[in-house]
């Protein structure tokens, strides 16, 4: 029998409207593993109001910011205790590879606890005013209900970048998981209501677009949007925020780039083009699916490339062994079959894999394609697949155009053991993250975003904090004297 899980509304774990729901696939097997509650527009409406009362009224509101740091401690003990659980839910409904997943996971305890720590450092301000007998502050308030819509991918680490900075700050919060692979998010309410939460501050649900993500985002109680996804359902969010006027952080897709100038060291840039593109399968959206490479050693990478892309141990994702996993879905591998073909059309020219792996479950060969021109599909689309486009430059202008040749600008990388190019590329690139002789490093501590058709907002960091709250000026007149008739001009 497949394994039953519910939402979390109130305090409380129930079954979606009259019992509904869908089946969950386990992506390695392309089989039914689990069946998961589908939130009605009643179950998402309930959610809110519970986060809305629980934001007006009762322990929530009267909570010192320390008394609330101490609840995100708890729960960030509790994520590190059941950190194994967690990455096996999620290697089992997203295909994600399990050595990735409890790294991942431990992790994020790390945010919880560093957003607990920032809870009572969000301060004010005060103001040297150039009018007489005025004393002028400010103050940081919460927002009110925030609604988290959390993709698959990495919902643990993108929950933590919202739900951390919400909770520290005094908001209350409504998340949705995905419907592609939701069970780590809804074990995580039960850590959630152990770590001790008023009812209702933090409510967990999952459900499809009309019903569940349109209620939530259009909703008229709730006050801000955290939404990561992709571009295509960012412009429905953003369609339904015009309801609510409720203000929007996004984090969307990306096609990074990824360059290695011919000094650099190419071991380290080997492995970082490999962490970029086929670690998490590709499915991440900083992944470095475009690699611009000097002309003096593209044969030589490219040739080393393709050779580590054979080697690559494909298989079971709860396996240990296992370096790379399933897509999540089948409608991924379609999508990565159809840009790859596309491409090889329009004169791409394939170097390794390129098509699906025979047999049960989502899997995808690590894939090269080296690229002409900029324009073909390859350069042009995010696959979010294990898809790796490989293009030429020879000066270090035509690198920055290259890079900054796409509508997205998430991150990029660059190896170079020039300090001066480090720098002066650094200031160039068009993107929210650029990594130098690294890529995919991360710290709660550091704000994490992009521009353009990456959306806009900062996570993490105590950026975050400061878009989960919003300033108050009070003025204070401190003088005995009455204030003056507003209608005698002086």
């Known amino acids: 029998m497949a394994e039953a899980f519910q939402l979390y509304i109130d305090g409380a774990f129930c079954n979606a409207e009259a019992s509904a729901t869908f089946e969950s696939l386990d992506p390695s097997e392309g089989k039914t593993w689990a069946l998961m509650p589908k939130a009605s527009a009643a179950d998402t409406d309930r959610a809110v109001r519970a986060a809305y009362a629980a934001f007006n009224g009762g322990p929530w509101p009267a909570m010192t910011a320390t008394a609330r740091g101490k609840l995100l401690y708890k729960l960030a003990e509790l994520v590190a205790r059941d950190a194994s659980i967690i990455a096996e839910l999620e290697t089992r409904d997203t295909g994600k590879v399990i050595r990735e997943t409890k790294a991942v996971t431990g992790y994020v305890a790390e945010y919880y606890r560093y957003f607990a720590g920032l809870a009572d450092k969000i301060e004010g301000a005060t103001f040297p005013i150039d009018k007489p007998d005025m004393e002028v502050s400010t103050r940081r308030e919460p927002l009110g209900v925030v609604a988290a819509i959390v993709p698959w991918n990495s919902q643990m680490f993108l929950t933590a970048t919202k739900l951390g900075p919400a909770l520290a700050a005094g908001n209350t919060v409504v998340i949705k998981a995905s419907e592609d692979g939701p069970a780590p998010l809804l074990h995580f309410a039960r850590l959630v209501h152990e770590a001790g939460f008023p009812a209702g501050v933090v409510n967990i649900i999952t459900g499809f677009g009309a019903d569940c993500g349109q209620v939530l985002t259009s909703h008229p109680l709730v006050a801000r949007v955290a939404f990561t996804g992709g571009p295509e359902t960012a412009r429905h969010v953003v369609r339904n925020t015009a309801e609510n006027f409720a203000v929007t952080t996004l984090e969307l897709g990306g096609k990074s780039p990824v360059i290695v100038f011919d000094d650099a060291n190419l071991d380290s840039a080997l492995n970082g083009v490999i962490a970029g593109i086929w670690g998490a399968t590709g499915q991440s959206c900083v992944a ?97 697949g294990p898809v790796l486009s490989v293009l030429k430059f020879k000066t270090e202008e035509e690198a ?71 300033t108050k000026s009070i003025w204070i007149n401190t003088s005995d004297v009455p204030m003056a008739d507003p209608f005698v001009m002086r």
């Open 400 to 470: 920055v155009a290259l890079a900054n040749g796409t509508a997205y600008a998430f991150a990029a990388g660059i190896f170079t053991q020039n300090l001066g190019r480090a720098h002066r590329l650094t200031k160039k690139i068009r993107a929210g993250v650029v990594w130098v002789n690294t890529y995919r490093a991360v710290s709660p501590i550091v704000p994490f975003g992009g521009n353009g058709y990456t959306g806009h907002g900062r996570e993490s960091g105590m950026d975050a904090i400061r878009d989960y709250t919003r």
């Open 288 to 384: 470095g699916s475009r690699l611009l490479i000097h002309a003096s050693i593209h044969d030589e990478f490219v040739a080393r490339l393709a050779k580590r892309a054979g080697e690559i141990k494909i298989g079971a994702p709860l396996d240990m062994a296992t370096e790379m996993g399933p897509l999540a879905t089948l409608k991924q591998v379609q999508r990565a079959e159809k840009l790859t073909a596309e491409s090889i059309a329009a004169g791409a020219v394939l170097v390794t894999g390129g098509k699906a792996k025979k047999g049960a479950g989502y899997y995808f060969e690590p894939t090269i394609l080296l690229a002409p021109t900029a324009e073909l599909p390859c350069v042009r689309e995010e696959f979010f």
